[in-house]
């Protein structure tokens, strides 16, 4: 049996705007709200029930934050898109309740929008694949586009950047909205750190497009041609190949950052068409659909790629929409154009409320009746959700002024409606290819350790490959089959589904089986042929070895007859170094008496010299004694003569 889930709805109290304003409305506990009708309501007199009570999934006082109100209804849905399924969130509410304030937010106080943004981004930060490998394929699918061809588109999107930069008046930036007043842009600040589970050898990319339902047409907010023509050019909603609905050729964006996402939705936001009426400034006049598409795959065998089979491709989305308000117009005062928009308004919100009553009345009566759909874009556009292909949930938004009693009453019995319609329970099917988990970190590992080897000089590890294979698994049980209505369309169709995989798988390992073996046949051929060559040259090793053995016997015994001769001649160099020792000896003695009588001469010599010194010098004495007295007397000689 299909399980079914009922469409959750919360209420949010906006808190009292004057002191002096009167309250109709009371919270009894987390999950009820009752309701006084003043005197000044129109059915006063004849209401049989001074209070009315109203049960919701959980209501939300005045004082309650963003972050709390975030976390308790677009949690899950954002867990849900992770994991590969869709989601579908109103704010839904008469004007001026706060329904834009819960979904956006302001700069200091983010409302759900740039709240989902952050936690899909923190989530897929590290795994998120580069631009372009994942394309629009124009038909609400997407292509897996190799490497090469996503860098080429890049590298275009890189020179079409410049280009416009280029062509850009100088000035300063200033962005204006569609009735041409300026609109500065304001920056996104992270609002949410925190993170949920993911498929770890998956790759991601996130997409987001942008549209407007206005008079029941709807248009493309993101359209770069209609931004230049300052005119929108009304969009079609088609069915895809899978029956879900979609808005034909509508402009999908790649995003990388949940700033760059919320920077997309404020190009947009510019576009919308807001008008005043006489319960709000700046009141919008269409409904708005922000929708957020996660494209997960698969990695390959190695965990390095991302599988170029359009087949593993899952692409879950998450569409945010902003009702217009609903209210009575003699209470807005509009005419003309602007009554023409409130009627547009009204009869879209009432195909919702038709729509969502007869899916009650056929589950609750088991009846076949046609629902509606058509009969507006935004019930078209979101049939798929009610159909059983993602989770929905409304948050009411309510003023309890008892001026608003009126339209506040009527909201609340649209929420009851609501929440009594159930939606059966998506379960996406993921083809399984049998893949070993955790091949992207062991990818990882494997590159890390191959470049410390290649750090450490070992060149050879840059030709190692990493082979992680395959699971061979066909997968888990079959689905439940039991039924208890004879309409049995959607467990066939599961079991279909389901078969279609296990049939998939099983040719995948088919395939992988087969190119395994041929690997194995190819690997075992070479071992063989290298075992036939070994074995050659073996058997020439084993010749050379042979001879290398008869050269080796003779130089051993030269070896030994010249060990022979170089003993013997140790031996004799041994007794000649003796006899040179003995001869060196005698050397040394002879030098000592030589150089002993050498001394002994010298000292002879040095007497002998002095000796002749005092000789000399006795006989020079006499020899001058002698020549003073002949002197003398050949002077006495010479005076006689004279």
Do not use: W
Request: glycine content about 4%.
């Amino acid at each position: 049996m299909l399980s079914k889930d009922p469409v959750q709805v919360y209420c949010r109290l906006r808190p009292m705007q004057s002191p002096m304003d009167a309250s109709c409305m009371r919270v009894t506990s987390d999950s009820t709200v009752v309701i006084t009708p003043p005197e000044s309501a129109a059915n006063f007199r004849t209401a049989t029930s001074k209070e009315i009570q109203t049960t919701f999934s959980h209501v939300f006082t005045a004082d309650v934050t963003q972050r709390e109100i975030f976390k308790t209804v677009a949690l899950p849905l954002v867990q849900n898109l992770i994991h590969g399924r869709n989601g579908l969130l109103f704010t839904y509410g008469v004007t001026g309740s706060g329904k834009t304030y819960t979904m956006t937010g302001e700069p200091q106080d983010a409302g759900i929008m740039p709240r989902c943004l952050d936690v899909i981004f923190n989530t897929i930060a590290n795994y998120q694949t580069k631009k372009f490998v994942f394309k629009p394929d124009k038909l609400n699918g997407f292509d897996v586009q190799g490497e090469a061809d996503a860098m080429l588109e890049r590298q275009r999107e890189l020179h079409a950047g410049l280009s416009s930069q280029r062509t850009a008046r100088p000035g300063k930036h200033r962005k204006v909205d569609s009735d041409g007043d300026s609109n500065p842009a304001v920056a996104h600040e992270r609002n949410e750190s925190q993170s949920v589970a993911i498929e770890l050898d998956n790759a991601y990319a996130v997409f987001a497009t942008y549209v407007e339902i206005y008079n029941n047409s709807v248009y493309d907010l993101l359209d770069e041609d209609d931004m230049r023509t300052k005119t929108l050019q009304s969009k079609i909603v088609r069915e895809d190949g899978n029956k879900n609905m979609y808005v034909h050729a509508v402009t999908e964006v790649e995003v990388k950052s949940a700033e760059e996402a919320f920077e997309l939705f404020q190009r947009g936001q510019r576009k919308r068409r807001v008008a005043h009426t006489a319960l709000n400034a700046e009141s919008s006049r269409s409904h708005s659909v922000f929708t957020i598409r996660l494209v997960q795959a698969p990695l390959d065998c190695e965990g390095e790629h991302v599988m170029q089979d359009k087949r593993v491709v899952c692409v879950s989305q998450l569409s945010l929409v902003d009702l217009a308000g609903s209210e009575r117009t003699n209470r807005t005062k509009n005419t003309g154009q602007r009554l023409r928009e409130a009627g547009n308004i009204n009869n879209s919100l009432m195909t919702l409320r038709s729509c969502l009553e007869i899916l009650r009345e056929n589950q609750s009566q088991s009846t076949n009746k046609m629902v509606p759909y058509r009969d507006s874009k935004l019930t078209h556009l979101f049939k798929n959700y009610f159909d059983g292909e993602g989770q929905v949930r409304m948050i009411v938004c309510v003023n309890p002024r008892a001026d608003d009693y009126d339209e506040t009453i009527q909201v609340m019995k649209f929420a009851e409606i609501t929440q009594e319609v159930h939606i059966v329970r998506s379960n996406p099917v993921k083809l399984d290819l049998g893949f070993t988990p955790g091949r992207r970190q062991a990818n990882k590992l494997f590159k890390e350790a191959r470049s410390r080897l290649e750090r450490d000089g070992r060149p050879e590890a840059a030709e190692l490959n990493i082979d992680l294979g395959l699971v061979y698994s066909l997968g888990g049980p079959f689905p439940q089959l039991e039924t208890v209505t004879s309409d049995n369309d959607q467990i066939i169709q599961s079991l279909i589904q389901f078969l279609e995989q296990r049939v998939n798988k099983r040719n995948i390992l088919r395939v992988d089986l087969q190119r395994k073996q041929e690997d194995f046949r190819r690997i075992l051929t070479a071992i063989e042929q290298e075992n036939v060559n070994l074995k050659l040259e073996v058997a020439s090793l084993k010749a050379a070895n042979t001879q290398q053995k008869r050269k080796i016997s003779a130089l051993e015994g030269h070896l030994c007859k010249t060990e022979t001769q170089i003993d013997k001649l140790l031996c004799k160099l041994n007794s000649a170094n003796e006899m040179v020792r003995g001869l060196q000896q005698e050397v040394k003695d002879r030098e000592l008496v030589l150089n002993q009588r050498l001394i002994d001469e010298q000292k002879v010599k040095q007497k002998y010299n002095t000796k002749m010194l005092v000789k000399t010098g006795k006989m020079n004495r006499e020899l001058e004694i002698k020549l003073r007295q002949q002197r003398e007397h050949h002077q006495v000689i010479v005076l006689i003569l004279t």
